[in-house]
């Protein structure tokens, strides 16, 4: 078990010491080393340090808190299924992101992005409440309308924008990497330190509200509160991970059962490998996004490309589990 965690800990830094190697200009890996350590041209410096270097860094931070993201909905909600994407935050702030791109550029674009996700999530739970509670189908359902008429709610405001303004909008939903900054790191720290750090300190009592409403209040947890709290925070962490690089899916839902299927399902410890995980897996999938011929591709397209086969996976593999409410 040791050996596993340590091998999921030091996943996002081989995948990013493997991105910082790959890409159209070519460098050796000694000369990749000198650069960061001081050495090396100013061209080949620049295309590392302010290229590289931050995309890789972005990369990890979006693919950890996508991931921890996942994990903590699908404990709070009792739901292997549950994601960001899936229960329509990521749709939600996305909207919030296009009206303040298209619409509003006076609108700050995290506090939109925040925005959206909540309405999204709170929709969402209302929803699945006229079935008579949060039970696990009536959840996956109510994401799935909530996301199509955010996504419908989004082509209003991509028919109604200026061409221009359109064409940043479409690039921005597909989810790149390609122009991130070190402003972009700098903006997305913030978010993950803001919205993962109440995760982190309170990831004992997903294990108990993992068990059942019930279970956790004789444990003496405050069910209404704690999930309030958690979900907030996942969805502040998605709202400004989302603001800086577009939609991203199914990385909330890959990264956390991979790392489930091999360490257990203790949120003590599934949290912080979660995030290592879901670094490591959006890291690998962004190098292959820009690896692949001579575009560079929306990450978004790698992600939903493996995502779809995994959820058809974990459907035949926990079906009785997962679709009984």
């Known amino acids: 078990m040791k050996t596993r965690t340590a091998i999921i800990l ?9 991105a910082l190697f790959v890409g159209a200009y070519g460098l050796t890996p000694a000369a990749v080393l000198r650069i960061l350590a001081g050495a090396g ?19 990890g931070l979006t693919g950890g808190a996508l991931a921890v993201s996942g994990v903590t909905l699908q404990g709070v909600f009792r739901n292997p299924l549950i994601d960001s994407y899936l229960l329509g935050i990521s749709a939600g702030a996305a909207l919030g992101c296009a009206v303040s791109i298209g619409l509003f550029p006076w609108l700050p674009l995290q506090a939109s992005a925040f925005a959206g996700g909540c309405g999204a999530a709170a929709f969402t739970a209302l929803i699945a409440r006229t079935q008579g509670g949060l039970n696990r189908l ?16 989004l082509s209003i405001v991509k028919l109604v924008v200026e061409p221009m303004k359109l064409q940043s909008v479409v690039f921005w939903l597909m989810g790149s990497f390609s122009m991130a900054t070190w402003q972009h790191v700098r903006i997305t720290g913030v978010g993950v330190l803001a919205g993962l750090a109440p995760i982190f300190l ?12 019930e279970e956790a209040t004789a444990l003496g947890v405050n069910v209404a509160r704690e999930r309030l709290v958690l979900v907030a925070a996942s969805t502040l962490a998605v709202a400004l991970a989302v603001s800086t690089c577009g939609i991203v899916g199914w990385v909330g839902l890959m990264a956390p059962h991979l790392v489930r299927m091999t ?14 995980g879901g670094a490591a897996l959006l890291v690998a999938a962004d190098t292959v996004a820009r690896s692949l011929g001579n575009m560079d591709l929306p990450v ?8 779809a086969p995994f959820f058809i996976y974990l459907m035949k593999r926990k079906g009785a589990e997962v679709w009984q409410g």
Not at 10 to 18: E, H
Not at 41 to 59: K, W
Not at 140 to 151: E, K, Q, Y
Not at 300 to 307: D, H, K, L
């Open 41 to 59: 041209d100013a061209e080949a410096r620049s295309v590392i340090l302010d290229i590289r270097l931050p995309r890789v860094l972005l990369a």
């Open 300 to 307: 978004g397209i790698i992600t939903a490309v493996a995502g």
């Open 10 to 18: 030091a996943s996002p830094i081989l995948a990013g010491a493997v």
């Open 202 to 213: 309170m990831r004992w009592r997903l294990n108990a509200l993992s068990m059942g409403d």
């Open 138 to 153: 009536a959840l996956v359902l109510s994401g799935v309308v909530v996301t199509a008429l955010f996504t419908a709610l």
């Open 263 to 276: 360490v257990g399902p203790d949120h003590q410890r599934l949290v912080p490998l979660s995030f290592a």
